[in-house]
């Protein structure tokens, strides 16, 4: 045993040789443990979103439904849309007085309105109806053809001339002042704002004995009077409208007091 020789002791290097060496840590702070918070952090982030999305979407249905109360949704119709009803105050129309046949006969598109009796008074078999015709409303006995009736015509004129020079300016303009002229009449059958005039052939008297010397050319024949009542008439509160009458040699009443149907005459607005 003395003479063993003495154990060498081992190297650090002898044991390397035998156990594979681990590579060199570079950066200590990857070897911590992963953060637990970063995932935690995004399944917050997750559902909050999706919370979001659903309220969101609640909102919207919401708002879709009182879109839908507030404004219904419509209906196909393959049929063209109704006219709008024309109401009683578009049209002309006639409505009964308190007055035993008594009508107010209203024409609001032309803007006139008078009274007559449908019946005649002094004869209980005469009736008379009204008829539009144009620009035109006949008064007439409902056994006669309308034409031979008495009637208004409406005209428009402009609001700064008088009643005298829009009878001029309309049916004058190619007549001689020599043989036709315009009459101002005072009348005391309409208000004091109303005017009155009629065409007149140059003749002191125009009564029947006289017409064979009346040229009826002489002045438009339509709208002047012979051997008739005919003549023009104004509401200067209402300047934008003139009206002639043609009522010729018999007279329709508008009541029993014997009160004709041309002067109840009213212009409306």
Known sequence: MENSPPATPLSPTSSDKSTPSEPPIVNPVSKKPKNKLVPLLVFLLLAALTIAGYFGWQNLQLQQQIKNQIVPTPQVNNQPPSPTPTTIDEKPYTENTNITNQKNYINPQLGISFLYLSVDPLDNTATFNTKEVNNKVYLYHQNSPYETGQYIEIFQK?????????????????????????????????????????????????????????????????????????????????????????????????NEDNTMWETTIKFLD
Do not use: W
Request: charged fraction near 20%; charge should be negative; glycine fraction near 4%.
């Open 158 to 254: 402009d609001p700064n001339l008088n009643l005298e020079e829009a009878i001029q300016n309309n049916f004058l303009t190619n007549y001689s002042k020599d043989k036709c002229y315009i009459e101002n009449i005072n009348s005391t059958s309409y208000p004091s704002a109303y005017s009155v005039a009629s065409i007149r052939y140059v003749h002191e008297d125009t009564s029947i004995a006289l017409q064979d010397s009346i040229n009826p050319k002489d002045c438009p024949q339509t709208y002047t009077p012979i051997g008739g009542s005919a003549f023009f008439l104004m509401d200067k509160n209402q300047p934008d409208k003139f009206v002639f009458f043609s009522i010729g040699q018999y007279g329709i009443f508008a």
